[in-house]
DNA sequence: CTGAAAGCGCTTACAG
DNA sequence: CTGAAAGCGCTTACAG
């Protein structure tokens, strides 16, 4: 910029007036202007985002933190958010908290002190105390697919309740009964919610969800670990006609073990799960889901963002918002005396 | 840090030493060291990463360049190379092009201007003149996946060229002669090399690969489009015994064709795809496989990456890597004489 | 052992 | 219509 002034014998005001676009609001000559642009062009000059960023506050990148970025859901959400950012002039640092609290704590120090001007977060359990930093901190974020206790931020969440509600519904109206729900240990409100919705449903049906037809499996077990506490749980509870699966991948490591035990889908037991993937889709036979509609909730958690990030922060009310799932019924679980005719 | 300063009567000269770790050789006395370590402690100092960054020229962020994010591959290499980064103090930025050129420069452009410290790249067609300006800048970047043609640069790469001659091999060992070959049209390396791979073993093998048991189709058409392209091949092409895909997506989508078709693996016909991923293992039957190393490609990549620039780029001849594919036999390969008793 | 000062490359209030 | 100058928050060569 100093060169380009020099060279034309102009400030490094001027220069700088057009190159961020300020030339019309700051009278500068039609002649100076075209002179500047031309002599850019020719320099191939770009300015220096540090030093902009350091003089503005600004650092034009935003933090998403996801639980796994390797995980299906959270890579789709990622590169429509990413997308979109780039679509806007931000960048986007990323990270996977693999749902662990110290690691999410870290990274978000690390982001914040990277001078993020916002974030995209899934949250972990504990992390209450960062949001209520970052609120007093004033730096905008959006909580997406779980919200945090205690906390009035902006959020994209899920209808998990009414998921699990419909998703339970749909069994019960197809004659499955006893029903094993199968899911991970989490305070989280998606985890929280799906279980309710559950119970909530079979209460309504005036069934009573007891503690042996459920699972909980801890959250980082090994794949192995899970599969076996699946099979396990099956063998111990040979009575079920149907399984709840209540997340994507628990459902991916519960056909596994259904394949160990040799149990069929949906002759020997009915199987459905919240989250849809390529494996649901693509088995014989197909697995009836709960989808998130996954660009809905990347293109609106990254919009609010801007939107919190772009207006003045204090005045902002927190921006709530939650999309229903659409509930995709597929052959894992048919009406249940059309199976018994077949089986 | 001029607070810092200013509260404990001293230079922020000596406060920045002792912030970066230099008091020993700067010989600040250890009673200095202690109340600046304390009152940082205290106020909860952070040192503003952004002006660090104007003044040293180094910005601790790396730029990630993948073909798609959400794609199983990439997103676990994504995560693996984030983690090794954080460990180090590097941030990353990440990208998805879509195999899109155009998206890939600018992508390249933009975060060339956020001043990142190298690169890992995946990179599109076209892409060549692009490397040539990062070497010409001297901006560190390891290709991952596959390599630019004419460009003398680091890389991490499968060995697809002998992972397509085993597979290839396990074919015509079980029987199978009549392979047909489903690829994208890609002059890319790592889809040169397994198409090369297939038709020099089946050449080995006295067999002549035509053009009628190939299909090839173009990048970035539809799920359906590509499902309809796979079916009408497989319709066209009745004689064949088995299929080769040569990535993760299209065999996904090829047995979705099959499915439609209402063949049968492997009764009615062979299938083996380069890339592994959960829905070939979970599937009935599973299917064999020539599987890439993720963690190795990951773990190498970002080393390379971190060695490159904290070394002297000048003096540093690229580094090139060689990842071996593993060749997991599943149930979808079987010896043929096996599947005609059974079928 | 410690400090004053220059400078990284910008932006912007102020002056003319 | 245009420019001189301060300042964003650090690092580091130089001086003492």
Known sequence: MKDIARELNISITTVSFVVNGKSEQKNISAATVKKV?????????????????????????????????????????????????????????????????????????????????????????????????????????????????GIKASYVILDNYHGAVELTKHLLRNGYSKIGFISIISDMSQMVDRKKGVVDALKDAHITMTEQAMLEIPFGETNEHIINAIKDFITGNPDLDALFFATNYLGVFGIEALQRNNLKIPSDIAVVCFDDNDIFRLLTPSITVAAQPIDEIATHSIEILLHMINNDREQNKPIGTIISPTIIVRGSSPPKTDVKMVG
């Open 37 to 149: 642009k031309n002599l850019i062009e020719k320099r191939g000059f770009k300015p220096n985002s540090v030093a902009r960023m350091l003089r503005t506050g600004k650092s034009k990148t935003i933090g998403l933190i996801v639980e796994d970025i390797s995980n299906y859901f959270f890579g789709s959400v990622a590169k429509i958010i990413e997308r979109e950012a780039h679509k806007n002039g931000y960048n986007i640092f990323f990270s996977s908290t693999e749902n662990n609290f110290n690691t999410a704590r870290d990274l978000i120090a690390k982001m914040k002190n990277s001078s993020v001007d916002g974030f995209v977060i899934t949250a972990t359990k504990g992390l209450r105390s960062e949001m209520i930093k970052l609120k007093r901190e004033n730096i905008p974020f959006v909580l997406i697919d779980r919200l945090v206790p």
